[in-house]
């Protein structure tokens, strides 16, 4: 079994949980920058889904704090990514995972033109990537919607949003796109769902009627975004190549009973909905049939259906760190995984944050998604979260080699098996501040920072052991696992 010459390795990042640098060149506040860490609160219980009201808004706004907001600071990546650009190259990398902030460009998404500050900056770490031999992956939408948006319209809810994104999107194509080829729309589109206010700008207390509603219309007007900036990109760079980016929440059944089999099928139905559109073109009518029994209906205007039909995405990204399974049974005991509740499989480890450790998943979901769509895949997400221990400037991880070399094995039997993979890039080949909890103790990365959970420590940077395993797999196209 091997990879292809040319497999792309590489690690991915997100502005809002690395830059830092909130208030810099005029950038605007984020959705991103009111996310708390909440130090008393069990792992377990963490979650991107909870309450922001108008005056918390408010009020965290008021407050300069980076303590406990901490994707104010990230890590510094805004002033060191020179630094931190060279120990990727070191690794081996050819491509990295980066994203935009659309408020580093735009800062309230309603200005008639960008920010030459924020223009600069993206120019110059394009540039350097370039120099060093890593190829940019850059997502347009990382859990990153300008707060002013939010505040305003409520997020996505409004068509006119679409508007205001793709002149962020010509934007960035047309200042970027001689250093970039391949870029992603939305990241996790699917989970506006799971947290609308993270990933849509939707704050509920202001939603009219049902909030189920407003997110399946939210939804649809991203979808309609992603057609038309995907139309925009291949308009201005024919050779260009846009994906989409799916949430992997790969589901059994928890026993072989018939009523967890039509449970499975009906939750997958919901997940697919968003490749189906993105990358088939259009709703499927089971979907829509489902939603409509839910009370849900999509808010179709003119010319949407030809829109999405004519300009799918290119390929099909996703992330990948857990399974879960599903059930009927009221009492069936649940896990946390990747910004969700899932039915615990016991036939599987768990990390110390609930999430199921389940390499073979990685190979059902490669073959499920490409059987389905037969168009090239590329993992952008992949990782384990664990606390790291500093050591006399060393960091020992074993149980991460042990992880990735676990998943690597699934992933390459998958490409044996005919399944056409672009690429793997790991969450996150640095430590950074968790997207869901907002911590950086739970550590994803190859490289250690020197920094705790309310940002004190020198923020030097470290490799850990699974450093240098990664930079030998890399070498070797993943021929060498041990």
């Not at 002149?167 to 589109?189: K, P, Q, S, Y």
Request: overall charge negative; hydrophobic content about 35%; glycine content about 8%.
């Amino acid at each position: 079994m091997a990879l292809p010459e040319g497999f792309r390795w590489g690690g991915a990042v997100a502005a809002n949980q690395v830059e830092g640098a909130w208030r810099e060149g005029g950038r605007g506040p984020a959705v991103s920058d009111v996310a708390s860490y909440k130090p008393k609160a069990d792992p377990k219980e963490y979650a991107l889904h909870h309450q922001n009201t108008v005056a918390s808004i408010t009020a965290a706004l008021a407050d300069d704090d980076l303590e406990y907001y901490p994707k104010r600071r990230g890590i510094d990546f805004y002033h060191r990514y020179p630094e931190d650009l060279a120990l990727f190259a070191e690794m081996g990398f050819t491509t990295l995972r980066v994203s935009i902030a659309w408020t580093r460009l735009y800062p309230t998404g309603e200005e008639e033109q960008p920010l030459e500050e924020g223009i600069a900056y993206y120019l110059a770490l394009f540039t350097e990537m370039r120099r060093l031999g890593i190829e940019p992956l850059v997502t347009l939408s990382h859990y990153d919607p300008p707060m002013a948006l939010a505040l305003k319209h409520n997020g996505w809810v409004e068509r006119r949003t679409i508007g205001l994104f793709e002149r962020f999107a010509r934007t960035c194509f047309e200042r970027f796109g001689h250093l970039v080829d391949m870029w992603l729309t939305f990241n996790e589109i699917d989970g506006i769902i799971r947290h609308p206010f993270t990933s849509g700008g939707i704050i509920e207390e202001t939603v009219e009627g049902n909030l189920e509603q407003a997110c399946y219309t939210a939804l649809h007007h991203q979808f309609v975004a992603s057609a038309s900036v995907t139309q925009i990109l291949h308009e201005l760079y024919p050779e260009a190549q846009m994906g989409c980016m799916l949430t992997m929440l790969t589901t059994y059944p928890n026993t072989c009973h018939p009523d967890d089999v039509v449970a499975t099928q009906a939750k997958e139905r919901l997940l697919y909905l968003c490749t189906d559109v993105q990358a088939g073109g259009a709703y499927p009518r089971l979907a829509l049939n489902q939603l409509q029994r839910k009370g849900v209906t999509i808010p179709f205007e003119d010319g949407d259906a030809e829109l999405l039909r004519e300009h799918p995405v290119d390929f099909i990204s996703f992330s990948y760190y857990m399974s879960m399974t599903e059930s009927v049974r009221e009492d069936a005991e649940r896990t946390p995984g990747n910004t969700v509740l899932g039915v615990k499989n016991p036939f599987l480890p768990s990390s110390e944050w609930g999430w199921q450790i389940d390499p073979v998943g990685l190979r059902v979901s490669l073959i499920d998604l490409y059987d389905r769509y037969g168009k090239p895949l590329f993992i952008v997400e992949n990782g384990l979260g664990m606390r790291d221990e500093l050591e006399d400037g060393k960091i020992h991880d074993p149980y991460r080699i042990d992880y990735f070399r676990a998943h690597f094995e699934q992933m390459i039997q998958a490409v044996d098996e005919g399944v056409d993979l672009m690429g793997y890039v790991s969450w996150a080949p640095i430590d950074l501040i968790s997207a869901s909890s907002s911590q950086i103790s739970k550590r994803y990365g190859f490289i250690y920072v020197d920094q705790d959970d309310l940002g004190h420590g020198t923020g030097d940077r470290y490799r850990k052991d699974s450093f240098f395993w990664y930079q030998k797999v890399i070498a070797s196209n993943g021929t060498d696992l041990e």
